[in-house]
């Protein structure tokens, strides 16, 4: 049996090591200090905040967590938000005679910067315990006033338009049938573009020397990649099969042993062969029902740092169009934060009145790994929020580190009060087919994590949108962020009242 004095001790000896940490806490938040300066003012708790949890999150406190959990303290496992504070809370109860003079952001501080973030990027909720559900649009909907309008009924409250598809003509017409349906059906709704980014694709196949839409692929094939420039380079060699791939860059980019991957990670190909001006590509892995790769299909190559910019030429030439008219800009692709500064001299370049919030789109392996240095820098303005985008983020970084990763995500940008949209995939087969099957269902409530969902189009996007909203009620009842609340059970009231 333990003492009075030994268990007194133990406590002693615990306070210390959350004191140490809280101590390089606030070191590390003066290291920072320029970073955290520069962050707009309504952001300068969060930033701090941000760098304390990054500080815990340094060390393995895993013993410690197990030890305060025997007290019966908090472990630190919901502390994102708050994290000096709850740790200094910890140390008090174990140490009365612990003074601190730094006053870190409250639990409740916390709250309202999240709360007030969220309103500032995507507006006020009806019911602010849901998240925001964003829907994306399709260009066949412009002029379809009564299904945008059945849309927002449902619950829609962030319209989504893709700047890697259709017009301009077609984005303002879409914009015009959602502002009509929003006065008639009295819904208020944000508008978000995405802006295309850096084309990474196939962008022709060549068979026998012929142009072809698409080519039935083998595992073991061997292909030929080369870019358009270089592609009369070949016409001696004559390969089987050519893919003509940009960007450009590419080409010199990429080595010997990189893997690459096509059609959102489907086909799966390593490089076994690099030379000036093409490099050839074994196919060692297909999971597409049918083995055929098509013209224009998406690449990732998350072994190769290509030299290219977040923000293209052409994004520059939408961005007048889509500063006039959206409420939130998707940053595609983006990986370092200079990318981010940029964004912002031409958003500032391209607008004099309210400035569209930025969302930065975490898909690249470089995104993860920048993820702080991205909030700070996004944080310079008021408006900034973080978008999962699971699909080219899933085949960078693998299927099987996806569910890891995007809690990560999570818990960091919480730390930085930064409202999250969970996107990609979400009731997908309830979208094309009107019917759901089990897992989207439970990755659907997982969602209800973030503060924004987003649902693509698809052909029964109304009943979607329903059934979302229908499954982030009920979870708002057991989980707030990833707190788990207590609500009455049935279980628990049923067994008790029963007849003993």
């Keep these: 049996m333990i003492s009075t004095q030994q268990k007194s001790r133990a406590n002693r000896v615990l306070a210390y090591e959350l004191s140490s940490i809280a101590e390089s806490m606030q070191e590390n938040e003066l290291t920072f200090k320029k970073k955290i300066d520069e962050v707009h003012s309504t952001h300068t708790f969060s930033a701090k905040n941000l760098v304390h949890y990054l500080t815990l999150r340094k060390h393995d406190i895993r013993n410690l967590q197990e030890a305060l959990h025997r007290e019966g303290l908090t472990s630190l496992t919901s502390s994102e938000s708050h994290t000096l504070f709850q740790l200094q809370k910890a140390i008090t109860w174990l140490n009365p005679e612990f003074v601190s003079k730094h006053v870190p952001c409250t639990f409740d501080q916390a709250q309202k910067l999240l709360n007030q973030n969220t309103n500032n990027l995507f507006g006020e909720h009806n019911n602010e315990h849901l998240p925001h559900i964003m829907v ?44 009509q349906a929003m006065s008639q059906s009295g819904r208020a709704c944000k508008i978000y573009m995405d ?159 309210s400035k569209p919030g930025i969302i930065l789109k975490i898909e690249r392996l470089k995104a993860i790994q920048n993820l702080p240095a991205l909030l700070l820098a996004a944080m310079r303005e008021q408006n900034a929020g973080v978008m999962i985008a699971r699909g080219d983020l899933a085949v960078e970084i693998g299927f099987e580190r996806l569910s890891e990763i995007q809690e990560e995500i999570l818990w960091i940008c919480e730390a930085a009060h930064v409202p999250v949209i969970w996107a990609t995939q979400v009731l997908e087969n309830m979208n094309k087919t ?67």
């Design 136 to 179: 994306t649009l399709d260009g066949t909907q412009a002029g379809n006033v009564r299904q945008m309008e059945n849309m927002l009924t449902a619950g829609m409250t962030i319209a989504r338009i893709n700047c890697a598809h259709d017009t301009q003509a077609i984005w303002s017409r879409l914009i015009d049938t959602l502002k």
């Design 195 to 353: 802006l295309a980014g850096p084309k990474i694709r196939i962008k022709s196949i060549w068979r026998r020397g012929h142009l072809c839409e698409e080519v039935r692929l083998s595992e073991g094939d061997d292909l030929t990649v080369t870019t358009q420039e270089q592609r009369p380079m070949l016409w001696n060699e004559q390969p089987d099969c050519i893919l003509v791939v940009e960007p450009t860059a590419i080409l010199n980019a990429v080595k010997v042993n990189n893997r690459i991957y096509f059609d959102d990670g489907k086909f799966e190909g390593l490089i076994t062969h690099h030379a000036a001006h093409h490099f050839t590509l074994r196919i060692s892995r297909i999971s597409a029902k049918k083995p055929t790769l098509k013209s224009g299909k998406g690449m990732n190559v998350p072994d190769t740092e290509l030299p290219i910019h977040a923000l293209t030429e052409e994004d520059k030439t939408h961005l007048p169009f889509v500063c006039q008219h959206a409420d939130l800009i998707g940053f595609s692709f983006v990986g370092k934060p200079e990318e981010v500064t940029d964004l912002q001299n031409e958003i500032n370049h391209n607008t004099t009145q």
């Design 434 to 500: 009107g019917f759901a099957i089990r897992s989207e269902i439970t990755d659907a409530a997982t969602a209800g994590k973030a503060e924004c969902v987003m649902l693509n189009k698809g052909k029964f996007i109304t009943k979607a949108i329903i059934t979302l909203v229908d499954i982030l009620n009920r979870q708002a009842n057991h989980i707030d962020k990833k707190r788990y609340t207590f609500r009455p059970l049935t279980i628990a009231q049923t067994f008790l009242t029963s007849p003993k």
